[in-house]
């Protein structure tokens, strides 16, 4: 007799929650592999997780599995960035029917019950449900047919105009490490895509790229993406309007004085 039949429900817990930088999803690359960013998980305390991470840490990468904490619908059929709508199955969408994902990233250091891992596409709090290790003679089959994606893999150079460059030492000097890795991760991939990316056409050829209260203006030439200037969201009224949710104006109000 069968063990689940069908309609049957299962109940996983999670293991711990990932600290991020990427907190919107535009934020987040389309694959991990395509990004810069690092994040920390931190396991949960009294589960005796402790002894299951020995002999982790001579694996390079390892897969996570976790939970699309952010969707509470699915789709049967999503359109891809190639544009053409196919099944869910077919996809890496996170509209699915149990919200499951996976994440092949590379493991830098574990310290007590706090996991290191760069190359991350996982979204601040994401819920982690377990942990696997990558193993390249069973995982990967680079030779396999890729359906829809083998037109799809063209990435683009990313380059930084001087007074660009400026700007961004600038905001790193305050604590902003993470819009380099931002910029890479969503400029890399279909830099004009304003259907599926904070982004503005402003002219031909030219377009700007929202990073939360940040605007990064950039220009496409053959098979680059060139940032040209970073400016503040805020408009002069708003900037002294007395309001600061996002508690950055200051750092804007520090920025617009040593770039305007």
Same mark, same amino acid.
């Given at each position: 007799m069968d063990n689940f039949k069908e309609g049957d429900s299962l109940e996983y817990h999670p293991i711990g929650r990932l600290s991020s930088p990427?907190?919107?999803r535009q934020e987040s690359p389309r694959q991990g592999s395509l990004s810069d960013v690092t994040a920390e998980l931190h396991l949960y @305390?009294?589960?005796?997780? +402790? =002894?299951a991470l020995e002999g982790?840490? +001579?694996f390079e990468r390892v897969w996570l599995i976790f939970h699309f904490d952010r969707n509470d619908t699915w789709n049967p059929k999503v359109r =891809? =960035?190639? @544009?053409?709508k196919i099944g869910v199955f077919a996809s890496r969408s996170?509209? $699915? =029917?149990?919200?499951?994902?996976?994440?092949?990233? $590379?493991? +830098?250091?574990? +310290?007590? $019950?706090?996991?290191?891992f760069s190359g991350i596409d996982l979204l601040d709090g994401t819920p982690v449900l377990d942990i696997k290790p990558y193993l390249p003679y069973a995982d990967a089959f680079p030779d396999s047919r890729?359906?829809?994606?083998?037109?799809d893999n063209h990435t683009w150079d990313i380059d930084w105009s001087e007074k660009?460059?400026?700007q961004l030492n600038f905001l790193c000097d305050q604590g902003m490490q993470s819009l380099e890795p931002f910029a890479n991760s969503q400029l890399r991939d279909n830099p004009p895509d304003e259907k599926r990316k904070r982004i503005h056409v402003l002219s031909e050829s030219r377009y700007a790229i929202c990073y939360r209260t940040w605007i990064l203006e950039y220009r496409l030439t053959d098979s680059t993406v060139t940032i040209e200037q970073i400016y503040s969201g805020y408009t002069p009224q708003t900037l002294l309007d007395g309001m600061d949710p996002y508690e950055d104006k200051e750092l804007h109000q520090l920025y617009n004085q040593a770039f305007t």
């Open positions: 990427l907190l919107q @305390g009294g589960a005796n997780f +402790e =002894p982790l840490i +001579e =891809p =960035p190639a @544009g053409t996170p509209y $699915r =029917p149990n919200g499951i994902g996976m994440s092949c990233v $590379r493991l +830098e250091k574990i +310290e007590g $019950r706090v996991l290191t890729t359906g829809w994606t083998a037109s660009a460059q400026q």
